[in-house]
């Protein structure tokens, strides 16, 4: 049975710019009543993620180092792609949904054995059926065409794309509805390619600071202008950056104020509920950041979330509870695993610890894997089982 925990930052609203203190503590049961009686904005939580053995999956215990999903056999369930390796050689994997959430066997994605940092599904040749492209670390990306019924066509190396390459998006970034291909790599220039809407990509184009050091980028409309801008997560002593679109495929860099951290992961949404799009950091060592946005494409540091301590490798957000506003998920390097759900009130969360264990959690995706209309979390984790915890119900 899951232990609740709750930390301060589910309890207080965030000031700007304080660090809130995040550790997990343990509350006798009648203070606990108390503080959540007390506190307006947090009113009982309805919803919970919860683990279960027959949701493991991949026991081979890889090196995850991320994970998507999609309907990749187009049966009305989410299919699972789990990236292996990170800087040792392994297989990529499909894992295909019975539709309850189970995941019981894997397929080989057909990519060479290498050393895999991420994967991104999209369609590519505008056929209604999803593609993946799967990036590696020091090797060009390889384009995988997919057939509807879950296979996918031998995979086609991307010239131009290798380096320490970190995150990866599919968008179209240029306004020309075909999907494009954003790398973010650590301590180069980041990159993108062109996509022809027929499964083919133009030359590999530079772009950013050439000894910029991105682990992760996301993107959104962030000023309003109807194009996608981008956001990459930044480490080793430099400040992540937001990169506003001209519509054309041509960006302009400009730091995020105070973001000088080690940080690993960057997701955006409405956070606050004002209709701007706000980001969220997640850092390997600190606490995790929030941005609030102006709609213009200014951002201030509103507040951060989680344990002082934190070593987030893995962010999500996704209206969990569909109380109407975003909550986050939380993957950890040597600690517990995460939920917070968002109050609705300014800037408060319920802080919810998924469990004892610590896993090397590198990846988490957020979807619907039973069919019960709410999204439910997989986490892609290194040298551990990978897992699936299902949303459901407070019992009461």
Excluded at 339 to 353: D, W
Excluded at 369 to 396: C, E, H, I, T
Aim: charged share 20%.
């Amino acid at each position: 049975m899951l232990e609740y925990k709750f930390s301060q930052v589910g309890l207080d609203r965030m000031t700007p710019n304080v660090s809130l203190p995040g550790k997990a503590r343990h509350f006798p049961l009648t203070l606990l009543i108390l503080l959540m009686g007390m506190a307006s904005a947090c009113q009982a939580q309805e919803r919970q993620l919860i683990a279960h053995p027959f949701y493991l999956f991949d026991l081979g215990e890889h090196l995850s180092a991320d994970v998507q999903l999609g309907d990749l056999d187009r049966d009305g369930d989410l299919d699972v792609v789990v990236a292996n390796g990170r800087h040792w050689a392994e297989a990529d994997l499909i894992f295909f949904n019975l539709g309850n959430g189970k995941l019981p066997s894997a397929v080989p994605l057909p990519t060479p054995q290498a050393s895999s940092y991420t994967v991104q599904l999209g369609d590519l040749n505008h056929d209604g059926t999803l593609d993946a492209v799967v990036i590696y670390d020091y090797l060009d990306p390889s384009i995988l065409l997919g057939n509807g019924t879950g296979g996918f066509a031998p995979a086609q190396t991307l010239p131009g794309g290798a380096g320490r390459a970190r995150g990866a998006l599919l968008e179209d970034i240029n306004g020309d509805t075909h999907l494009d291909l954003v790398i973010a790599r650590r301590r180069e220039a980041d990159l993108y390619f062109l996509g022809d809407g027929l499964g083919g990509f133009s030359e590999a184009r530079l772009f950013g600071d050439p000894n910029g050091s991105s682990t992760a980028v996301t993107a959104a409309d962030l000023d309003g202008d109807q194009d996608i801008d981008l956001v990459f997560a930044r480490r080793d002593g430099q400040s992540s950056v937001i990169a506003l679109n001209d519509g054309r495929g041509v960006f302009q860099e400009q730091p995020l104020p105070q973001s000088i951290a080690d940080t690993r992961k960057v997701v955006t949404g409405d956070i606050n509920h004002d209709g701007h799009i706000d980001v969220v950091l997640g850092v390997v060592a600190g606490a995790n950041l929030i941005y609030l946005g102006d709609g213009k494409g200014g951002f201030e540091l509103a507040g951060s979330f989680g344990p002082k301590d934190g070593r987030t490798y893995a962010l999500a957000a996704a209206d969990l509870d569909l109380d109407g506003d975003l909550d986050l998920v939380e993957g950890n390097d040597e600690q517990p695993n995460a939920v917070y759900f968002n109050t609705g009130a300014g800037l408060s969360f319920v802080r919810i610890q998924l469990g004892e264990e610590s896993d090397e959690t590198y990846g988490v995706a957020l979807g619907d894997m039973d069919g019960d209309g709410y999204p439910d979390a997989v986490f892609a984790n290194s040298s551990a089982p990978n897992q699936v915890y299902l949303n459901r119900p407070v019992k009461k």
